[in-house]
C-alpha cells in the first residue's frame, strides 16, 4: 500500500491527501490496481465510463477512431497522471474512445467515479478535497482542450507545428515533447511524411533543432 501511495500522491487528484486516510479511502473508494500488457485495452469504446485511472507504473494513450477507420492519437499518458475523469464526470453511457497500455507491466489504480462524486455514510474527511481537486482537474483539461483546438484551427501543417511547440515549451529552449513521429502527425492531425519535411525545412532555416522528440527553438517561426 505505501509503494502505491508513493507514486500516487504525486497525482492532483490526491493532493492534500495523507497516508493516514489513504488505506482508508483506498476502501471507501472501490479502488484496486489492475496490471496490462503492452497493447491491452484498458477500455473499449462503447463501453460505459464508471472509474478514473491514475497510472502507477508504464503509460497508456488514447485513441479516437472515425467510421471510416482511421484512428487518432489524442492523448500519450505516463504516470502518475490520471485520465477517464472527463467521461467519468460527464456520466456518458457509450465511451467514444479507446484506452490502451502503451508497455509491458502498465500498473493501474482504478476508482469508481461515483464514490468520488458522492460523499460516504462515513463522512471521511478527505471527500471534500478529493472533489475539490476533480474539479482543478477538469478545469486544467479544458485549458488543455482549447490549446487543441486552436492548434487544429490552424491552416497549414507549420502553423500547426509552430503553435504546438510554443505551448510545450518552457522556460527553457529545449524540451521534450510525448510523442514520436507517428504519434505527433496523429495529434497535429496532418500527414507524417509532410510534417517530417516540415520540420526539415524549419532545421534547415536555423529556426529549430531536434533530435528525436526533444526540441529546441533557436528562433521564433
Do not use: W
Not at 495523507?18 to 473499449?44: G, H, P, R, V, W
Not at 515533447?177 to 525545412?201: F, G, T, W
Amino acid at each position: 500500500m505505501k509503494k502505491i501511495f508513493e507514486t500516487a500522491k504525486n497525482n492532483p487528484l490526491l493532493q492534500g491527501i495523507a497516508f493516514s486516510d489513504f488505506e482508508q479511502m483506498m476502501t471507501c473508494l472501490s479502488a484496486k490496481t489492475t496490471t496490462y500488457k503492452k497493447d491491452d485495452t484498458i477500455l473499449l469504446t462503447g463501453n460505459t465510463i464508471n472509474f478514473v485511472g491514475i497510472i502507477l507504473s508504464g503509460s497508456i494513450k488514447t485513441l479516437k477512431e472515425d467510421p471510416n477507420g482511421q484512428t487518432t492519437l489524442l492523448t500519450q499518458q505516463n504516470a502518475p497522471e490520471l485520465f477517464g475523469e472527463t467521461y467519468a464526470c460527464a456520466g456518458i453511457d457509450h465511451s467514444p474512445i479507446t484506452i490502451q497500455a502503451t508497455e509491458n507491466n502498465t500498473e493501474i489504480l482504478l476508482i469508481d467515479y461515483k464514490r468520488i462524486n458522492t460523499s460516504c455514510t462515513s463522512a471521511c474527511p478527505y471527500h471534500r478535497r478529493l472533489i475539490k481537486n476533480m474539479l482543478k482537474i477538469i478545469a486544467t483539461k479544458n485549458i488543455i482542450l482549447n490549446q487543441k483546438i486552436e492548434i487544429l484551427t490552424k491552416r497549414t501543417t507549420r502553423e500547426k507545428l509552430v503553435t504546438y511547440l510554443n505551448t510545450q515549451k518552457g522556460p527553457t529552449k529545449k524540451f521534450t515533447i510525448p510523442y514520436n513521429r507517428k504519434e505527433l502527425a496523429q495529434h497535429l492531425c496532418v500527414d507524417r511524411s509532410a510534417m517530417s519535411n516540415e520540420l526539415c525545412k524549419m532545421r534547415n532555416e536555423g529556426l529549430i533543432k531536434f533530435n528525436k522528440n526533444t526540441f529546441e527553438i533557436i528562433q521564433q517561426p
